[in-house]
């Protein structure tokens, strides 16, 4: 049994993972996917994020869920170009079947809230986490997306209000600075922000799996924190 300081679990089932998730890590074992990245309900920045990650020929390295509910394809095309001179068009027009699951275990029903569950599945076949928060045109708004990552023992680039990272550094969280340039936090405006977050968003998904392996096991510390 391994130590893990004073984390505790309130099921056996979250203990039982938690060290394997910590096994993997000293074993620097490579994950299936690269990144993992929530995307159940189509929202406006989330389908901007994808578009970018297929653009940059890095959505197969990435355990990703999508629900092609989109209302008003057109609203959300014209909206991407307005606030994020972003043109999603291609990426959009490519949504044929109502569900995209990378591992068909990703968020299915579009009626179930998983506000409160964390699938260490879903931790264990990847190694970093894209976080698109609900409000990034607001003031700090925090929720349990930006909270999951800790949990499941990820670091992890979120695309926000400006200063969230900021926000969760005041609240004492390690936000892995060694490892993602979150310079972007602090832009105040969305589509400047936006642009800056996707740069890195890019280079943590070129990252090689071993150096992802490399990268966790020597930030394990800050992971436990």
């Known amino acids: 049994m391994l130590s893990i300081g004073a984390r505790t679990w309130d099921t056996s089932y979250y203990k039982e993972n938690f060290e394997k998730k910590v096994t993997q890590i000293l074993a620097k074992t490579s994950t299936k996917y ?8 189509p929202r406006l920045e989330r389908l901007v994020v994808l578009s970018d990650l297929k653009e940059y020929e890095l959505l197969e390295y990435f355990n990703f869920s999508l629900l092609n509910n989109i209302k008003n394809k057109q609203q959300a095309i ?11 068009t291609c990426y959009v027009n ?26 260490w599945g ?5 190694s970093f986490q894209v976080v698109i928060e ?3 045109d607001t003031t700090a ?9 800790f949990t499941m023992l990820q670091p ?3 695309f926000g209000s400006a200063f969230t990272v900021q926000n969760l550094r005041d609240k004492n969280f390690k936000m892995f600075d060694n490892v993602i340039d979150h310079s972007y936090d602090t832009l105040t405006d969305n589509a400047e922000r936006y642009h800056a977050f996707s740069i890195e968003m890019k280079r943590l998904a070129n990252l090689s799996k071993k150096q992802w392996s490399e990268l966790l096991y020597d930030n394990l510390d800050s992971l436990l924190h």
């Open 94 to 119: 490519t949504l044929k079947t109502p569900i995209y699951s990378t591992d068909n275990t990703l968020e299915f029903d579009s009626n179930q809230n998983f506000i409160e569950q964390v699938d």
């Open 134 to 136: 609900s409000y990034p």
């Open 122 to 126: 879903h931790s264990l076949s990847s």
């Open 141 to 149: 708004f925090i929720t349990e997306k930006s909270m999951k990552p």
């Open 156 to 158: 992890f680039v979120v």
């Open 78 to 88: 014209t909206q991407a170009q307005t606030l994020y001179n972003k043109n999603i």
């Open 34 to 41: 690269k990144g993992l990245l929530y995307a159940r309900n």
